[in-house]
């Protein structure tokens, strides 16, 4: 699993996986073919996310795939690779052309697109169809005819929404990089991103969720990260602070996250999710937060 990997999926590892005797290794996420190093007799799945969450990195996916297959294929080892694409869905990339075998996207977020319900979708090659749909059937994994309509409606203004949520993002976060507060964006469709040719060679396109590092000095020294973004991320009009992003409305939160095999470096990251609102309006409502950010940097003793 990639050490960027959402933070409940790896939670599920640590945690209810570990006591039914399922080992973890996480791995960094930029490892590409030299993944197979990490593969062992006992090894089932490899997981993917791409971009990780809040840091954003873009896995090389195709050669991490690729990688597995002709090891396991050699070694006669039945290893699934199993992706995360709901920051993508197949709007913006087709994840079995890439060699995926199931794909994982959160309905919740883009799909539902109104912030109204929680599902999720579990895609894959047809090898493996009659063990998810076993596994579905005796978890008891259903859900109501109420909520898949709300999916189907979304559904009929998925395209529209992609678009404007990315010209929005691009324009919010293009203002955030010339802020002198901001070390920098972590925006896969910005040049500047150290993956940006892998994200232009296996996507189409991005969305509004994205993050950016502040630095050190724009910090109010000496407390929490939550507490000291509070200026930055408390009260605005119209962020609000949330995890389950993809709707309507754009979100804003302190990036807390949990690292053991390639340890964040940077400063203290923000991750903002620009929803439908005008982007100007956006814009001056985290100006707002900027200047309050700075008040408190200059209050702090």
């Known amino acids: 699993?990639?050490?960027?990997?959402?933070?409940?999926?790896?939670?599920?590892?640590?945690?209810?996986?570990?006591?039914?005797?399922?080992?973890?290794?996480?791995?960094?996420?930029?490892?590409?073919?030299?993944?197979?190093?990490?593969?062992?007799?006992?090894?089932?799945?490899?997981?993917?996310?791409?971009?990780?969450?809040?840091?954003?990195?873009i896995q090389d996916i195709p050669a991490i795939c690729h990688a597995i297959g002709e090891l396991a294929a050699d070694q006669g080892l039945p290893?699934?690779?199993?992706?995360?694409?709901?920051?993508?869905?197949?709007?913006?990339?087709?994840?079995?052309?890439?060699?995926?075998?199931?794909?994982v996207v959160a309905l919740t977020k883009y799909w539902?697109?109104?912030?109204?319900?929680?599902?999720?979708?579990?895609?894959?090659?047809?090898?493996?169809?009659?063990?998810?749909?076993?596994?579905?059937?005796?978890?008891?994994l259903c859900v109501g005819g109420d909520d898949a309509w709300l999916v189907l409606r979304g559904m009929r203004t998925l395209d529209l929404r992609f678009r404007q949520h990315e010209a929005a993002g691009v324009?919010?976060?293009?203002?955030?990089?010339?802020?002198?507060?901001v070390a920098r964006v972590l925006h896969p469709a910005f040049e500047s991103h150290p993956q940006h040719a892998?994200?232009?060679?296996?996507?189409?396109?991005?969305?509004?969720?994205?993050?950016?590092?502040?630095?050190p000095e724009a910090v109010p020294a000496g407390r929490p990260l939550a507490q000291a973004l509070g200026p930055l991320c408390d009260y605005r009009r119209h962020f609000g602070i949330g995890y389950s992003w993809g709707g309507f409305e754009s979100l804003i939160m302190p990036a807390r996250f949990t690292r053991t095999v390639a340890g964040w470096k940077g400063g203290p990251l923000v991750r903002l999710h620009v929803g439908l609102e005008d982007p100007k309006a956006l814009i001056a409502d985290l100006e707002e937060g900027?200047?309050?950010?700075?008040?408190?940097?200059?209050?702090t003793p």
């Open 79 to 103: 290893v699934v690779r199993i992706l995360d694409n709901t920051w993508a869905s197949p709007v913006l990339a087709r994840p079995f052309d890439w060699g995926v075998d199931v794909s």
């Open 1 to 57: 699993m990639p050490d960027s990997v959402y933070g409940p999926a790896r939670a599920l590892c640590d945690g209810l996986l570990a006591r039914m005797g399922v080992e973890t290794t996480f791995y960094d996420p930029l490892i590409g073919a030299g993944i197979t190093s990490l593969v062992r007799t006992q090894t089932r799945v490899v997981y993917l996310e791409s971009p990780g969450s809040y840091t954003m990195e």
């Open 171 to 181: 324009e919010v976060a293009s203002w955030l990089q010339s802020r002198p507060e």
């Open 290 to 299: 900027f200047e309050a950010l700075s008040r408190s940097v200059r209050a």
């Open 198 to 215: 892998l994200w232009k060679r296996d996507f189409s396109g991005a969305n509004g969720l994205f993050s950016f590092e502040l630095k």
């Open 112 to 140: 539902g697109g109104h912030a109204d319900l929680l599902m999720g979708a579990v895609v894959c090659r047809d090898e493996h169809w009659t063990e998810v749909f076993d596994v579905c059937r005796q978890m008891g």
